[in-house]
Structure formats: structure tokens, C-alpha cells
């Protein structure tokens, strides 16, 4: 089974510290990705990596950068939380190939206060 | 750019009923996948169904079946025998086809609440 796990389940901080959020599978994927999810927005791409140290922009990269040194890993980071990025963060990962299927972490969800 | 447009956003079944989801979706590709994922409560996402645009055959999964209508650009989810355990939030998906190694990315509705009543 394809293990995607995040650091965190929960997580309060104050604005304008720095947070990183850390994902990690288990399946060799070449690909990651970071999500965001809002009520009545769904899921909004913020980052995704297609190889080690590649990364690629999604739809709502503002004031948040990411970091991928190993395969497995994948860091989302808040150079410095504002309360607009509260929310909950999901990591997803997937093979580059035509299967395309991605598997999700269980989510983090942030508040900052 | 893709869009994808779940107009619902709850619904609610009886157990053991049929509940049918919509999702219409907007794209000017001719090859892509359509998924629909489905969240639990305080759960992980997981998939539940994927369709390959080439293929005319609708797929179907044990209890789930979609309703893939390419000309329209709909994607329709079925539940069959509705289950207490298929209460969650749904969500459709779009990708591209790319050639393998590509940015596969997908874009998802903003997911649909059904509730299973006992």
C-alpha cells in the first residue's frame, strides 16, 4: 500500500512566523504535490515537484515556497504565516507515468492566529 | 485551462438507495482522465473511480459506477445500495494526458456533501 504521512495533524502559529510543513512517501513517486482546501473552494494547488529539487508553480503559489533535497520528501513552507493561510494543507503524491493516480496525506490543518 | 463544476453541494440518500453526483467540466483536450475521490470525515482521501476519455466504456467499481458522457462533458457518479460508511465529501477531478514523466496535474471541483441516512 502507498504510504503518504505528514508531520503534523494539527498546528496553531502566531503571524509572521516561519512553518514548514513536511510530507514523506513511501512509493517512490516522482511526483508531489501540496494542496490547500477551503470550504466552498475545494482543493487549490499551491506547489508541485516532478523530480528532486524540481518544482513547478500551481494556481495559489503566493507566500508560500517549497523545498523537495530527497524523492521522498516534500516540504511546504510559510516564510511568514499570515491568518489568510489558515487552512488545511494535504500532500498528495503520484507516479510519473500514464496511471496518474495520486494518493493523499491525511492533512494538516493550520491556524494561525 | 480546465475547469471543472460540481453545482450540488450537498445531498442526502437513504441507506440502501441509489444517489447519483453530478460534475460537468470544461476542456478544449481531447485525451485526459476524469477521477472522483472521496473524503471521509477526519479521513484521507482516496480514490474511488477513474475514467480514460478514450474509452467509451463506462467504468465501474463494485457499488460505483460513472455515467462518462464526452460530448456533453459531464461525469456523473452512481452509488448503488448506499452504505452509512459512504457518507463523505466527494470531489471530481480533471487531468490532462500527458506523456509519462509530464506535470500531471488534476483540478477538482469544489466537492459535493453527501450524507447517508440510517
Known amino acids: 500500500d502507498v504510504k503518504v504521512t505528514q508531520s503534523s495533524r494539527y498546528l496553531v502559529k502566531r503571524t509572521g512566523e516561519k512553518v514548514f510543513l513536511e510530507c514523506v512517501q513511501d512509493?517512490?513517486?516522482?511526483?508531489m504535490f501540496w494542496y490547500r482546501q477551503d470550504p466552498g473552494l475545494g482543493l487549490r494547488l499551491i506547489y508541485f515537484?516532478?523530480?528532486?529539487?524540481?518544482?513547478e508553480k500551481g494556481d495559489i503559489p503566493e507566500g508560500y515556497s517549497v523545498s523537495r533535497e530527497k524523492k521522498e520528501r516534500f516540504s511546504l513552507i510559510l516564510e511568514s504565516a499570515s491568518t489568510n493561510q489558515t487552512s488545511m494543507y494535504l500532500c498528495a503524491s503520484s507516479l510519473g507515468s500514464s496511471r496518474h493516480e495520486q494518493y493523499f496525506g491525511p492533512g494538516t490543518r493550520l491556524t494561525v492566529t | 485551462a480546465q475547469t471543472v463544476t460540481q453545482s450540488q453541494p450537498e445531498m442526502s440518500v437513504q441507506e440502501a438507495e441509489t444517489v447519483t453526483l453530478s460534475c460537468t467540466y470544461d476542456t478544449s483536450e481531447n485525451n485526459y482522465y476524469l477521477f472522483w475521490y472521496k473524503q471521509p470525515p477526519s479521513r484521507q482521501m482516496i480514490l474511488v473511480i477513474r475514467q480514460e476519455a478514450y474509452k467509451q466504456q463506462n467504468a465501474t467499481e463494485n457499488r460505483f459506477s460513472v455515467n462518462f458522457q464526452k460530448a456533453a462533458k459531464s461525469f456523473s457518479l452512481k452509488i448503488s445500495d448506499s452504505q452509512l460508511g459512504d457518507t463523505a465529501m466527494y470531489f471530481c477531478a480533471f487531468m490532462k494526458h500527458d506523456l509519462p514523466g509530464a506535470n500531471s496535474k488534476l483540478t477538482f471541483g469544489k466537492g459535493i456533501t453527501l450524507s447517508v441516512r440510517p
Open positions: 515537484s516532478y523530480d528532486v529539487k524540481m518544482k
Open positions: 512509493m517512490d513517486h516522482e511526483n
